[in-house]
């Protein structure tokens, strides 16, 4: 059997290869031409999946080494018997360590003290879950919306999208990209909805940029509605809006999940799903090795810190995105290199801090936010 997958896949060459022909081909490089003879696909955001790629083609299975899959046609494949696959909650830990460098490297900025700020989270996916464990965990207040989950599971615990604006200090999204349908997101944050949040309130994007209305954010942004723009996903990446990308305050090139775990977790989520279809023995695969920087280890003195300003130093620690954020509004021609050659990322799981002086037991949250801790 032959397989296409991204070139920029990290971990899979090699793993196929034992028992089918693999070619390696960019994302957003991969045509019709070059699947005539293929029957499986293996790719990330950048392959559109559609008639226009697939039709005529030997292809009947399709793995996305991604969370989203709003770049394959679901309904055209169902149509056309082609298997499709994604990674749901791959990259929860990474997208988690992302929100909580961005919000706390934010807060310092701004002298704000999160304990007496309101979260609202809009999306309780497995994404949405992890970025409430770790509002609860610093001992924010946190609102919930997600109409589908609420559907499903009851509206016990959740609010309305309406009572969300109107009762968050800080609003981060985390769903898919739906087109349409009454839960439809695109341009779910827009000019009416951005007209009724209150002042200095903080947005936080890392789901899709279709999500928000650029011109809206824009708008947004030089309003005393605006208390900051977060922004990791953009409309028309990868040529994304130049001046929404100067009223940011912190602004990164879609990276939110990609830590070397996530991708290790995406890739072998791929790998066991087509092996499954195909029957072949890769069932139980897991990279043998992730790579790490040279330290894994944190030394914090906690002597008269605040337990927001001891998580700060981990997480940054762990994660310098200030720097990924000035790279990006220096060079945003550059989106899709930094996105493509992507430095090594653990996950707090990874790390473990050295704490000393701790006399208010500020482990245990630390422990429960993945970090190994020792004294």
Not at 131 to 147: K, S, Y
Not at 270 to 298: G, M, Q, T
Request: with cysteine; hydrophobic share 35%.
């Amino acid at each position: 059997m032959k397989i296409v997958a991204d070139s920029k896949i990290p971990f899979l060459r090699g793993v196929f290869e034992p028992f089918c022909d693999v070619v390696y081909i960019e994302g957003n490089q991969i045509d019709k031409n070059d699947l005539l003879d293929v029957d499986a696909l293996i790719i990330r955001t950048r392959t559109k999946c559609d008639a226009s790629l697939l039709e005529q083609t030997a292809v009947k299975f399709i793995a996305t080494a991604t969370i989203g899959y709003d770049h394959i046609d679901v309904d055209y494949c169902k149509l056309n018997n082609i298997s499709w696959t994604n990674a749901p909650g791959c990259n929860s830990g990474s997208v988690q360590q992302w929100f909580m460098a961005a919000l706390l490297v934010y807060a310092k900025r701004n002298s704000i003290d999160l304990t007496s700020r309101s979260l609202g989270v809009v999306g309780v996916g497995n994404t949405g879950t992890k970025i409430v464990t770790f509002a609860e965990n610093l001992g924010m207040r946190v609102l919930l919306n997600d109409p589908p989950k609420a559907t499903k599971d009851g509206t016990c615990g959740f609010i309305s999208f309406e009572s969300i604006i109107r009762e968050s200090d800080i609003i981060s999204f985390h769903v898919p990209l739906t087109n349409s349908g009454i839960h439809k997101t695109h341009h779910l944050v827009n000019q009416t909805i951005l007209e009724r949040v209150n002042e200095n309130t903080i947005l936080i994007n890392c789901s899709r940029g279709e999500v928000t209305e650029t011109e809206a954010l824009k708008q947004f942004s030089r309003s005393d509605r605006n208390g900051g723009l977060i922004i990791d996903v953009w409309e028309n990446e990868p040529k994304i809006d130049l001046e929404l990308l100067k009223c940011a305050a912190i602004s990164t090139p879609h990276i939110a999940g990609y830590s070397t775990d996530g991708k290790a977790n995406g890739t072998a989520m791929s790998v066991r799903a087509l092996s499954k279809f195909f029957s072949l023995p890769l069932e139980n695969w897991y990279p043998d090795e992730i790579p790490a920087p040279p330290s894994l280890e944190v030394q914090i003195d906690a002597t008269k810190k605040s337990y927001q300003n001891i998580l700060t130093e981990a997480i940054t620690h762990t994660y310098d995105i200030e720097a990924e954020s000035k790279s990006l509004l220096n060079f945003p021609n550059e989106f899709e290199q930094f996105r493509g050659n992507y430095p090594i990322r653990r996950e707090p799981k990874a790390w473990t801090i050295k704490l000393r002086n701790d006399n208010r037991n500020f482990k245990i949250r630390l422990e429960r936010l993945g970090f190994k801790v020792k004294d």
